[in-house]
């Protein structure tokens, strides 16, 4: 992964850390505000790993031309779809973040 991949999806990532402090701060009564806040930064920080790892794994099972075309095709409609698949990202960033900075470690550690 590299920098500009990691700063370019960190814009969906901040918007989905600041919907999570909105949400923090309506429910402040009725949720674990410092753990909240804990998971919401993890989550900020490991998103662009999360979403490096989710398209690893769907390229390692399709080709790229086949996210281009059919029903991925550019469309209004693709575009509700992203925005779900981002908040999937956003939201599964810890196991999948941490999953992917492993095996990274690990795919690293071998070529050594």
């Keep these: 992964m590299t920098k500009a991949y990691y700063w370019k ?8 850390f600041f ?8 429910f402040q009564p ?7 806040l804990v998971a919401a930064i ?3 920080l490991l998103y662009p790993c999360a ?5 690893t794994a769907a390229l390692q099972f399709t080709s790229e031309a ?10 209004i409609g693709k575009n509700g779809v992203l925005i779900l698949y981002y908040a999937f ?4 960033a810890l196991p999948l973040g941490a999953l992917y ?3 990274l470690f690990l795919r690293n550690k071998k070529a050594a």
């Design 42 to 44: 993890l989550s900020l």
């Design 89 to 92: 990202c956003y939201v599964l």
């Design 51 to 55: 979403k490096k790892g989710i398209e």
């Design 9 to 16: 999806s960190q814009v969906w990532g901040v918007t989905y």
């Design 101 to 103: 900075l492993f095996a």
């Design 66 to 75: 086949f996210w281009h075309r059919g029903l991925f095709v550019d469309t």
């Design 30 to 36: 009725s949720v674990n505000v410092p753990l909240s």
């Design 19 to 26: 919907i999570a402090l909105y949400y923090i701060h309506i």
